[in-house]
């Protein structure tokens, strides 16, 4: 029985681990949609036993030639300084041991500045944005907590954004509401400059088959027009129904 615990928990040995980090439970957003629900905490990640926790997966692995990091949240540059240590500390473990190491963030963009713009590029960190489209059907998804609309303080940023990835795909997270608007949505944020837009439809929310068929005519038709290089998609199919994924911003990928 021991045995069969130690191999259990035994550490696969590869040469790259991408680690997913939620840096914070907090956000400042009210997503109708958001997998934390709309009572969250503000608790940001202990940066110490982050830290014990993947220097023994790095110790642990004799094969590693790289690793990366993946904040997310909650809304991870809520958690700014704490990154900073965290990254700071994995900087001088790679120096050491002869590792690669990089990191990246999905992001509601609204703490996106400047200055945080440039330690991006001087790391050579990413960025991947969630955004759910034009003004009414993105501030109908993604409220602050006060009921006020984001879009905003979401649209200012997405220059910076593409200043750090210029290839990002815009994250967008589709509601049975927005199902029928993803010409709409894809054009905008194709115009604005992203690269891709991937449409993920949430699944945590009833959809009913005639809204589901929306959602795949909406799919096909953006495709056709955009080119299937350009959106992107996610689904898989459980019994009768397809189960759709949750939004990036708040939940690994
Ligand atoms: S879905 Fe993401 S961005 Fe929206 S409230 Fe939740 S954690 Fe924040």
């Avoid at 696969?12 to 709309?38: A, R």
């Avoid at 023994?56 to 094969?63: A, I």
């Avoid at 955009?226 to 199919?237: A, E, L, Q, Y």
Wanted: proline share 3%.
């Amino acid at each position: 029985m021991e045995t069969k615990i130690k191999e259990k928990t035994k550490v696969m040995e590869l040469d790259h681990y991408n680690f997913l980090i939620d840096t914070t439970n907090s956000c400042q957003l009210d997503c109708i949609y958001c997998y934390k629900g709309h009572e969250k905490n503000t608790q940001k990640m202990d940066v110490k036993k982050v830290w014990n926790t993947v220097n023994s997966f790095l110790k642990s692995n004799s094969q590693l030639r790289s690793f990366k990091f993946h904040f997310m949240g909650g809304e991870p540059l809520i958690a700014w300084s704490q990154m900073r240590k965290l990254n700071s500390l994995a900087k001088d473990y790679s120096e050491k041991n002869n590792l690669s190491f990089g990191w990246g963030a999905t992001s509601n963009l609204i703490l996106l500045d400047e200055e945080k713009k440039e330690v991006f590029i001087k790391e050579k960190a990413s960025i991947h944005c969630s955004i759910d489209g034009p003004k009414k059907i993105h501030n109908q998804n993604r409220p602050y907590a006060n009921g006020r609309g984001s879009f905003l303080d979401v649209e200012k940023n997405i220059p910076l954004a593409l200043a750090i990835t210029p290839n990002d795909t815009a994250r967008v997270t589709v509601t049975p509401k927005s199902a029928n608007n993803l010409l709409e949505i894809s054009e905008f944020l194709l115009d604005k400059g992203f690269k891709k837009v991937g449409l993920f439809p949430v699944f945590d929310m009833e959809w009913t088959n005639s809204e589901m068929k929306i959602w795949s005519n909406e799919i096909a038709k953006s495709m056709a027009k955009f080119g299937p290089d350009k959106i992107t998609t996610f689904v898989r199919n459980r019994g009768e129904r397809e189960i759709f994924s949750y939004c990036g911003a708040g939940k690994s990928l």
